[in-house]
């Protein structure tokens, strides 16, 4: 019996100590944590503007140990962010609520072994949880009356061809990062871009005529090609740079969206000077050369390798300003039969299919990026213009549309899809450039998509313009207005501006406002021949 009890208390004493070693009353440890009220696991949590973390302990919490030893991290900065902390349950349970979250961020929250209880014990080990946030859904700005948010957009946008064109002509650079490197046709949406910047008071009509002349001056001694212009130029010396390995001479797209601008700015300036210079560059361009024997216009031409890259321009794309101007030149221009078969591709450009509910009258399936029905409608007011293929008011209205309401439908799942977020076109992706359309999508939204389309898609475009800059504005409003993509499925977001997206989006708008833009290019006598040769109908001629 003696021994008995002697094993008996060897086994109490044991089992008090085992007791001890887990749960010594000198151990300071968390018993519980949780986010908004669900626990805390190892793996990233959502976390909104408003969430509360609660981290309960063991023992009470010296509450100045805690302030100093809780760190919540932006891990995109590696920014400490403010946060409220308060002490609940008789100083056992800490509460911490992060401030100045930001949509589509990764934090971290860390708590580190500086952590006492209110008796002086440090943590028996740190703590460490990750998280990201989805949309916030409130205001990033200020409301402003629609008005004053057009403008808003307008000028900012405005500062990438003002402030961003390059130093020595005023050429306009081809994305933000691109140093040396201007582009022809965004020059050309440039030169748009000042004319709405002189009507909104940006600049003055002096300073805007002078720019313009900076620009010609460029124009006048840089690399041609029967008369044409490359894609790319380095912006002091005027010289050719090759935006491909063959594609290093004439580019006839580039070439007509770089005089859409000229011919507005001839109109609206009225300048002796600025007219016979512009007049000159384009008289000189070879239109008829490029169509290289055919009934068509074939789009680049190399003085190294001649016809080779052999695209021919056609129908349905951006490219219909290409045939205009052709058709408008009083030396070298096309016939009527050029664009009927090298365009027209007599009728077979036609779609006619219904998408959505909404018929389709030109183009390919789905009806293709954005930027088809816009480009060549920046001066070419498309508004009561029909020929025997098309009524065009009906064509860029239902493209905008028909992207807008396969975004609706969102067959893919993509999150952020809805009547405000919208627009599909080329632009900016996450693995490099890429053209987005309903048959080419991977769940990147492009701003000038739907900003561009305002002439045509009215409240639908106000409705996107409202959610990008309320509610994604902390994202992709900058410096030069809305940053070229994004997508809220990744989440991913850019950090580029392109010539050929933000111009567009100025020139929209002003064409939506005032019209501005369409009524100097359609007063062009070149224009006004082309489409009667071309037996186009419209109000404007």
């Not at 440890?29 to 609660?54: F, K, P, Y």
């Not at 971290?108 to 949309?135: C, E, H, M, W």
């Not at 020595?168 to 020059?187: H, Q």
């Not at 009509?205 to 690399?223: H, P, W």
């Amino acid at each position: 019996m003696k021994l008995f009890y002697s094993i008996l208390t060897i086994l109490v004493l044991f089992c008090s100590c085992k007791e001890d070693q887990d749960d010594p009353l000198n151990v300071f440890r968390l018993e519980s944590a949780s986010l908004d009220g669900r626990t805390l696991t190892e793996q990233t949590s959502v976390i909104r503007s408003n969430s509360v973390i609660t981290l309960r302990f063991n023992q009470a919490v010296e509450k100045t140990s805690f302030e100093n030893a809780v760190q919540f991290i932006d891990q995109s900065s590696s920014l400490k962010m403010p946060l409220h902390v308060s002490l609940l349950d008789n100083d056992h349970t800490i509460q911490i609520q992060p401030t100045a979250l930001t949509s589509f961020s990764q934090y971290k929250l860390v708590v580190d072994k500086t952590a006492q209880s209110f008796d002086g014990v440090n943590i028996i080990s740190p703590l460490n949880y990750t998280f990201r946030t989805a949309l916030d859904s409130t205001d990033k700005f200020e409301r402003i009356s629609t008005d004053e948010l057009l403008t808003k957009v307008q000028q900012q946008t405005f500062k990438y061809f003002w402030d961003h064109a390059h130093a020595s002509y005023g050429m306009i650079r081809e994305r933000n990062s691109s140093g040396e490197t201007v582009t022809t046709g965004g020059t050309g949406f440039g030169v748009m871009a000042i004319l709405t910047g002189i009507e909104r008071n940006f600049i003055t009509r002096e300073q805007g005529l002078e720019r313009t002349k900076k620009i010609v001056s460029f124009l006048k001694m840089a690399d041609k090609y029967h008369g044409a212009f490359a894609h790319w130029y380095n912006g002091s010396t005027g010289k050719t740079q090759p935006f491909s390995e063959k594609d290093n001479g004439a580019d006839l797209v580039e070439t007509a969206l770089l005089f859409q601008g000229l011919l507005t700015a001839r109109t609206y300036f009225n300048d002796a000077a600025l007219t016979a210079d512009i007049s000159t560059l384009y008289n000189a361009v070879e239109w008829s050369f490029f169509q290289n024997g055919q009934q068509a216009l074939l789009w680049h031409w190399s003085p190294n390798f001649q016809w080779e890259i052999n695209l021919k321009i056609s129908g349905w794309n951006e490219s219909l300003i290409v045939y205009i101007l052709a058709a408008g030149s009083p030396t070298h221009g096309i016939d009527a039969s050029v664009y009927e078969q090298g365009w027209a591709n007599n009728g077979n450009m036609r779609n006619g299919n219904t998408y959505h509910g909404i018929q389709l009258p030109l183009g390919p399936a789905g009806g293709g990026p954005l930027f088809l029905s816009q480009y060549s409608f920046l001066g070419l007011n498309p508004n009561g213009l029909q020929d025997q293929y098309a009524s065009y008011e009906q064509q860029v209205k239902n493209h905008s549309l028909i992207n807008r309401a396969y975004c609706i439908a969102n067959p893919q799942g993509f999150s952020g899809y809805s009547a405000d977020c919208w627009g599909l076109t080329a632009s900016d992706d996450i693995n490099g450039y890429r053209v987005h359309s309903p048959t080419e999508d991977n769940g990147v939204i492009t701003p000038t998509a739907a900003l561009s389309s305002i002439p045509y898609s009215t409240a639908e475009s106000l409705q996107a313009l409202e959610f990008f800059y309320y509610k994604l504005g902390d994202k992709i409003w900058g410096e030069y207005g809305f940053k070229d993509a994004f997508s809220l499925h990744e989440p991913w977001f850019a950090d580029s501006y392109l010539a050929i997206d933000q111009g567009p989006i100025i020139i929209g708008i002003e064409n939506h406002r005032s019209g501005l833009l369409w009524k100097n290019f359609m007063q062009t006598p070149e224009i006004k021949s082309a489409l009667q040769k071309l037996k186009f109908t419209s109000p404007n001629l």
